[in-house]
């Protein structure tokens, strides 16, 4: 029996967030530091959000495809060290920390009400 190979729409928002995340988990630092997803990676609850990088950023969202959702922290490495996170949908700085892991602990620690894992589609979606 032969079985099709599934295509990219057919597969299912756990898969397309794993695969990205393998994805992002690869990059070395010419696109982002390692450290940073690999400290993101930790958390599952982050680990289910979809996940863009940006000018050497992290970016988390609750949908897979554009517009993603901004109300996900998001951590922001400091010139003079550590990071600042913020919160794109209301503005709100959720703090600063001196680490990669302490960002990423906040930010699991102010995920929205019910985040769960991304959707496979937009914020209209949620």
């Known amino acids: 029996m032969i079985i099709?190979?599934?295509s990219e729409e057919s597969r299912n928002a756990a898969e397309i967030v794993a695969a990205e995340w393998s994805?992002?988990?690869s990059y070395?630092?010419?696109?982002?530091?390692?450290?940073?997803?690999?400290?993101?990676?930790q958390h599952p609850s982050l680990r289910e959000l979809w996940l863009m990088?940006?000018?050497g950023v992290l970016y988390l969202s609750r949908c897979t495809r554009w517009p993603w959702t901004s109300d996900v922290g998001t951590a922001y490495p400091q010139v003079?060290?550590?990071?600042r996170v913020r919160r794109a949908s209301d503005?709100?700085?959720?703090?600063?920390?001196?680490?990669?892991e302490a960002a990423y602990k906040l930010i699991a620690a102010t995920l929205p009400e019910g985040c769960g894992p991304?959707?496979?589609g937009t914020p209209d979606d949620l």
């Open 4 to 6: 099709p190979a599934r």
């Open 23 to 25: 994805a992002v988990l």
């Open 28 to 41: 070395g630092m010419d696109r982002i530091n390692p450290a940073v997803p690999r400290a993101a990676y």
């Open 53 to 55: 990088v940006s000018h």
């Open 80 to 83: 003079a060290g550590g990071y």
């Open 91 to 100: 503005k709100t700085l959720l703090g600063e920390v001196d680490t990669v």
């Open 118 to 120: 991304a959707v496979d």
